[in-house]
């Protein structure tokens, strides 16, 4: 698609890669998923009933939005940790502290993350058991306190 018509047998056409309304639409989609045509909340909405309901009564709710750290490789979108900032503020109650930072390395650090959180001890209680297994079976997912109560 572009300007002219592709032609297959052109070498000029075999090697450019027309982008459009692409190059915006795809970040986008982390804020805007129906972009996509998902119906699903986006990363604010998201993050915004994390912090603002499910944290309410939470004595660390102050150190979290103090502290929202970024990574993954879409962290990377020119604008996206200032958007992101941007639309929290205004969302959070007035002059509620917030602190928005980025991973020095958001492609490989949520990996090792992971794997150092793997090796500890939170791993450990986080596993299901293989008792846990064989009573609730493989649809379960241990309950934590952001709420993903276990319903059989």
Not at 30 to 41: N, R
Not at 134 to 152: C, P, R, T
């Amino acid at each position: 698609h572009g300007p002219w018509a592709f032609d297959k047998e052109s070498v000029r056409d075999a090697h450019q890669l027309h982008l459009n309304v692409e190059r915006i639409r795809v970040p986008e989609v982390v804020f805007q998923p129906s972009l996509a045509g998902l119906d699903q909340a986006g990363l604010v909405e998201i993050a915004s009933g994390i912090l603002t309901q499910r944290l309410a009564h939470s004595p660390h709710q102050p150190q979290v939005l103090r502290d929202i750290f970024l990574t993954g490789g879409n962290t990377l979108f020119r604008g996206f940790e200032e958007r992101l900032r941007d639309e929290l503020v205004a969302v959070l109650p007035a002059g509620a502290p917030l602190g928005v930072r980025r991973a020095q390395n958001p492609v490989a650090d949520a990996w090792r993350g992971a794997a150092r959180w793997a090796a500890g001890d939170g791993a450990k209680r986080a596993f299901v058991s293989r008792a846990e297994w064989l009573e609730k079976g493989g649809d379960y997912i241990k309950e934590h306190d952001l709420g993903n109560a276990y319903a059989s």
